[in-house]
């Protein structure tokens, strides 16, 4: 039986919440498939649980505020697995912007390298 992959989500309280909600939230033993970033959330915190999900087998997609993207974009930018696929997103508070998007920039690179 072919099993289906998690959805994985770094993100603002708000964020995950909503991913919550919707159903996106798994826990086990192990741990879970997200992680909530306040304010006193400690960055190496933030980069532990990316590695982490990065490395698991169940997680197919892995989702992060575009603005917690930017405080571990060092680590972002070793990344270069195809799964789980990591995608930038906006928060309430902070609106996306393409420009800071790793993906969007190597799409872009690929399209001819015009502007976002």
């Given at each position: 039986m072919d099993v289906g992959k998690l959805v994985a989500v770094i993100g603002d309280e708000d964020t995950v919440t909503?991913?919550?909600l919707a159903g996106v939230?798994?826990?086990?033993?192990?741990?879970?498939?997200?992680?909530?970033?306040?304010?006193d959330?400690?960055?190496t915190q933030v980069e532990e649980s990316f590695?982490?999900?990065s490395q698991r087998n169940d997680i197919g997609i892995i989702l992060i505020n575009q603005h917690i993207a930017?405080?571990?974009?060092h680590v972002l930018k070793d990344y270069?697995?195809?799964?789980?696929?990591v995608l930038e997103i906006p928060s309430k508070e902070h609106p996306y912007d393409p420009e800071q998007d790793y993906i969007m920039q190597?799409?872009?690179?690929?399209?001819?390298?015009?502007g976002i």
């Amino acid at each position: 039986m072919d099993v289906g992959k998690l959805v994985a989500v770094i993100g603002d309280e708000d964020t995950v919440t909503g991913f919550l909600l919707a159903g996106v939230g798994h826990r086990t033993a192990e741990g879970s498939n997200f992680l909530i970033v306040k304010q006193d959330t400690q960055l190496t915190q933030v980069e532990e649980s990316f590695q982490k999900l990065s490395q698991r087998n169940d997680i197919g997609i892995i989702l992060i505020n575009q603005h917690i993207a930017n405080d571990i974009r060092h680590v972002l930018k070793d990344y270069n697995q195809t799964i789980p696929t990591v995608l930038e997103i906006p928060s309430k508070e902070h609106p996306y912007d393409p420009e800071q998007d790793y993906i969007m920039q190597r799409v872009n690179m690929f399209l001819g390298g015009g502007g976002i």
